[in-house]
Every structure is written in C-alpha cells, then in structure tokens.
C-alpha cells in the first residue's frame, strides 16, 4: 500500500474512537456531526486508545498490464501495517487525532506462496532482486473537528448499507518521482498512480461507544507504474494490486508467512513508530532509491 496505503492509508479520512472522558455515558454516535465523524474515523483506523497498536492485513493478487498482450498474474501479495494514534488539539482547528505507521508488502509466488526473493523478468529475461515494500514511516497528516480552511470535518463519501456503513475513498497521485532529475515538468517522468480503498463496518459496532472500537473490513486497489527493481527501463504498463483485509484483534492474527519474514527481517515492524514520530514518510520509490545507492560500484554507476 504505498500503501496507504490502507493504509497507507495516506491522509484518509477515516480511524478508532477518541476515549470518551472520565465518566462520560455512552451513546450512539451521529455521522452528520462533525465531532462525531471525527470520532467515526479514528475508530476506524487506530486501536481502542491512544497508544494502543492497532494492525490492518490485507491479502490479494499483483497483475501486469500491457497494451496488447493479456493481463499476467506476476505475483500474490501479503500486506501489513501497524499503527497507533494520539490526540492532539489546534488552537484554530480544535480536537484531532493523529497517526503514526509503517507497514510490509510481501510479493509471493503465485503457485508455491512463498516470499519471492529473486524474480526472473518475463520482458527482459534479467533475473533481479525482489525489494519487498518495508515503508517506515507511513504516517497520517492531524484530522480536526475543523478543517484547515474553517470546514468542519465531515465523511462525505459515507453511506448506509443496510446493517453497513460503506466508504469508498480515492487518492490520486501525482508528483516528482524521486528516481528522476530535477527537469520532470518539462520532459515528464512523473510518478502517477491510484490508490483506492473501499472500507465497510458494522454500523452498531461503529456508533455505540460502549464499544471501545471497531473492526473494519478494506478492499485495496492500486494502479501504478512498474516497480523500480523490476528493472523495465520505461517499457509501456503498468501494474495492478487488488487486495482485501480487515482490522485485526491483535499481531497475532497475522498469517504465518507475514510474522515469519517480520521475526527475520523486519523485527521493528511488530511495533508501530512513537507517537511523536517527525520523520518525513518513505515510499517503495525512496527506498528504492537507498538501496538502489547502497549498491553503486566505485565507479558510481548504477548497477
């Protein structure tokens, strides 16, 4: 998810319920109010507190798209992300919350499930290194019970689904890619892609805060160009991630591949960043690009 994207979930309006105040009663909770849509989506992203982890899954497929030829199942994927939130008060925008997060793609074998480690390019021929999606962090911009330009905050693509609530929410994205010079406007390269998350939720579990939290379930779809490792040195395509999880209870409802590779590799991604995380985000690009340096012969050419 360049993610978040669940979850990445980058800058979504949408997270786990701010903690009622000593004593206060509970209550159902109105979607039309804005301190209540706040609440709504803190519920929806963040764990039962401030501070308390919360962790999203997600499992699906990757497939290549290349004019004229039919669409390739490359890779299966398994996704993670784990992060908490804290609340936080503006003396404009007034009570918010924010989040903090990293998260894992894993790219698997479509036939054997395992983590693929070296994969053997069907275009080119050239057997390349797999550089699995190890974003830390993927944090969340502070949402307000007012927006920055005076709004008050709202979930506008929310609705009703019978016992549901539904939210389909979109994130184009378009901006200097990282891997190219400084001349991108006048000779393109930009990076540009979609992110699309579609989240459901029961409606009770949601509104009655006698519920510490809420338990959504999340389509991820996601539109990009290809991934730098796979070396297609700006041949025509793209690829698509199509993928579906759910909050879970806790780490330990992970599958076994995902907690099996994070205990080997990734040991700091069983906890999410500190709440008071000022890193500047990563992506599958700006990783890319350490490793991509980190792996530059004396002579200082690419490999």
Known sequence: MNS???????????????PLASGAAA??????????ALEISKRAQCGEADGKPAVYHWAGNVYSRVDGEPDRLLFKAEGMNIRQCTAITDPKQG???????????LYLDPKTGEVVRNWKNPWTGETVTVLQVANDPVNQ?????????????????????GRHFVMPLEAPLF?????????????????????????????????????PTAYPLVSWVRISDWLPWMKMSGRQGQLVFNAVGNKLKSFDELPAVMKTEIATNYPAWTAPPPLDDKR???TSWTVFKKWADQQKPASGAHP
């Open 280 to 282: 500047p985000n990563e």
């Open 4 to 18: 978040a994207r669940l979850l990445t979930l980058a800058g979504l309006a949408l997270a786990t319920a701010l």
């Open 175 to 211: 901006y200097n890619n990282p891997l190219a010079g400084g001349y991108q406007d006048y000779v393109g390269g930009k990076y540009h892609a979609m992110e699309i998350f579609d989240f459901a939720f029961d409606a009770d579990e949601m509104l009655d805060t006698r519920n």
């Open 95 to 105: 009570q918010g919350w924010r989040l903090v997060s990293r998260e894992i793609l």
């Open 141 to 161: 911009r502070p949402s307000f019970v007012t927006n920055a330009d005076g709004t008050p905050f709202s979930l506008p693509s929310l609705r009703r689904a």
């Open 27 to 36: 209550r159902q909770l109105d979607p039309a109010k804005p301190e209540d």
